[in-house]
């Protein structure tokens, strides 16, 4: 778990997604300070669908790269002669993965809350803070969601770049292809994870109950997550 940890303090990636999702943040801040929007519910509509997209971009990355760090610079042997037991270092990854998607989700969701209700205060708009601060909390969830699937595509593609790709085609575009199946569509991960923050941001939008989203969101990511871990388990490791 210290050697998951120190990738995540002194490596740049993590610094620079951080970054970027931040850079976010503070741009549709600023951008709602400089030009307020005409309708009141722009503030938390636009704050969360920017923090949504930085988000789950971010989380996917992040998972892609630390579930193939070994893959990308040869040292798995190291590692698991360090700790022989797969499954603990893949543990490790994965709970350093939601610790730190955790972390940069509420460090972005703070700073794009407090800008958007500066934002708001600054124009005298007629906006409730409560329900701002719950659409743009509610993107949490499913970013974790698809930074888990990310970190699934990463161990079965064994490659940054594979696992990158297969992840953003499974969130981005996949997905609505499954829409088209007769039973399945309304049970895709895009509709449960979007049911989900729709629940939590008090949107009466979502087909499903708050804990059936989150159900088969877990399932939908255990899904990803398990044909990967097995690879690990019973692969050759190089």
């Known amino acids: 778990m210290s050697a998951e940890l120190a990738k995540l303090r002194y490596l740049h990636l993590p610094r620079w997604t951080a970054a970027a999702v931040l850079a976010v943040a503070i741009v549709v801040g600023l951008a709602l300070l400089i030009f307020p929007p005409s309708d009141p519910g722009r503030y938390a509509s636009t704050s969360s669908f920017a923090m949504s997209i930085a988000l789950t971009i971010a989380a996917i990355v992040f998972g892609v790269w630390i579930a193939t760090l070994e893959f990308a610079s040869g040292t798995w042997q190291r590692t698991l002669t360090a700790e022989p037991d797969r499954s603990t270092v893949l543990l490790a990854k994965l709970a350093v993965l939601l610790l730190g998607t955790i972390m940069l989700g509420v460090v972005a969701v703070g700073t794009t809350i407090g800008l958007g209700e500066l934002a708001a205060s600054r124009a005298a708009a007629d906006v409730d803070a409560d329900d701002v601060a719950r659409q743009v909390v509610a993107v949490l969830p499913p970013a974790i969601a698809a ?42 991960f895009g509709q449960v994870t979007g049911d989900l923050q729709a629940k939590i941001a008090g949107d009466g939008t979502a087909e499903h109950a708050l804990v059936a989203s989150l159900l088969v969101t877990i399932a939908w990511a255990a899904l990803i997550l398990a044909p990967g871990w097995l690879r690990i388990l019973r692969g050759d490791l190089k």
Request: charged fraction near 5%; avoid cysteine; proline fraction near 2%.
């Open 147 to 188: 930074g888990v699937v990310g970190f699934g595509f990463g161990l079965l593609a064994g490659s940054t770049g594979g696992g990158i790709a297969a992840a953003f085609a499974f969130v981005f575009v996949l997905d609505g292809f499954l829409t088209q199946i007769p039973g399945l569509g309304e049970w895709t």
